[in-house]
């Protein structure tokens, strides 16, 4: 009898450090990969790390590809709404595209390393729709996801560190910009972009050097808290930046089993990244343009509980709002004047705001931004509901991020 083949998950480069350093080695999929969940047994001081201090996070699992050539930036053009020709050499963009109809696909980051070359992150693996897209075109595509290490070192503290450890300073990147450099003599690009909403910057290294990157930037960050951190934390701080995640908040278009599962750019907030004014043809473009003249029927929006509200539902069964201390990734109804209007796709309690909060999808016209509305929470096993506001996102964003 033939063995079946085993499926095995992917370390990442820094996974001979990062298995040491988790104390309740508490591990979580991402992109074919395990990475760290949680260095500690609570996500407390990873948390704060990123508010307060620096946070070094393994990002290594996000899909990587360089696109090269005389047509590479005609190709980005094509496959994103963002318009890619007012890019300059050494800035960031993000960016989400879409199938025909205008739904989204995948979102991520392309960084321009050169008037012909380009870097493109993704969450899912996009060579074959990148390769489809490029047919004709004088353009190279590569996937270079596991030949390049990536971290993202996060927090106030993050420039001082790298400036001890980096051979040009980082004191004049621009946010959203990408520079060339060198940390503890080996050769890194190096990004002022991240997922936390903080000031941050994300470091991109050959796999060879990536331990060196790492043990570089731990014993520079020594002084001023630099803490290992995983991904529960990060997924607590994205949702204060408003931040959204594939296959939590929105499902892949080409994923999706109902068109109601699917949504577009606009519906998701990034209304900023569609420039219908660009020109020429790019995939999705004639479903967004009916989309903006008609209104988007849903928005992503946030979502603030009223605590004096919630406290009593807890208080009539004797006890104080029970809340998890992570976020959570789950769907939870919104409701209007008991009709459901909407729903939850990732919530959380927000240390540094001290206040629950949710990222939400709601129909129209209940996502404008002041909207009462209701979240259901469970009490004591049962499903109750607990009043709040549509806010604008993001809930948080320090004044140190951009400076």
Not at 108 to 132: D, K, V
Not at 163 to 189: H, I, P, Q, W
Request: charged share 25%; net charge neutral.
């Amino acid at each position: 009898m033939t063995a079946l083949p085993q499926f095995q998950l992917k370390h990442t480069p820094f996974h001979e450090r990062t298995s040491q350093l988790s104390l309740p080695q508490n591990w979580r999929r991402w992109a074919g990969h395990i990475v760290v969940g949680s260095y500690d047994l609570h996500v407390e001081r990873e948390y704060w790390a990123i508010r307060d201090a620096v946070a070094l996070i393994d990002v290594s699992p996000l899909m990587k590809y360089m696109i090269e050539g005389p047509d590479a930036a005609r190709l980005l053009d094509k496959l994103v709404p963002r318009d890619i020709a007012k890019m300059a050499v050494g800035q960031v963009g993000y960016t989400g595209w879409c199938d025909d109809e205008g739904k989204l696909l995948d979102d991520g980051t392309i960084s321009r390393l050169g008037e012909t070359t380009f870097r493109l992150t993704s969450a899912e693996p996009s060579l074959r729709w990148l390769s489809m897209n490029a047919v004709g075109l004088d353009v190279s595509i590569t996937e270079v996801t596991e030949k390049m290490g990536a971290l993202s070192l996060q927090g106030p503290k993050s420039r001082t560190v790298l400036n001890k450890v980096c051979g040009k300073s980082l004191d004049k990147l621009k946010y959203f910009r990408v520079m060339e450099n060198t940390l503890a003599g080996r050769k890194v690009t190096i990004s002022r972009t991240g997922y936390t909403g903080d000031l941050g910057y994300e470091i991109w290294m050959d796999v060879a050097d990536a331990l060196a990157v790492w043990d570089a930037l731990m014993e520079a960050g020594h002084d001023y808290g630099l803490v290992p951190c995983g991904i529960l934390a990060m997924d607590m701080a994205r949702v204060e930046a408003g931040l959204f995640m594939i296959d939590v908040d929105y499902t892949a278009a080409n994923h999706a089993w109902i068109e109601g599962q699917k949504s577009s750019p606009l519906e998701m907030g990034l209304d900023w990244a569609v420039h219908l004014d660009k020109p020429g043809y790019f995939v999705g473009r004639r479903a967004l343009e009916r989309e903006q003249k008609a209104g988007s029927l849903w928005k992503l929006v946030g979502f603030e509980v009223d605590w004096a509200g919630m406290e009593p539902l807890f208080a009539a069964v004797g006890l104080p709002p029970q809340i998890p201390a992570m976020a959570v990734r789950g769907s939870l109804p919104v409701m209007h004047e008991g009709k459901q209007v909407g729903y939850a796709s990732t919530s959380t309690w927000s240390p540094v705001l001290k206040k629950y909060i949710a990222l939400v999808h709601l129909q129209a016209p209940y996502y404008e931004p002041g909207t009462q509305l209701a979240m259901e929470v469970t009490v004591e096993h049962k499903r109750l509901h607990a009043p709040g506001k549509v806010v604008k996102l993001p809930f948080y964003e320090p004044e140190w991020k951009k400076k």
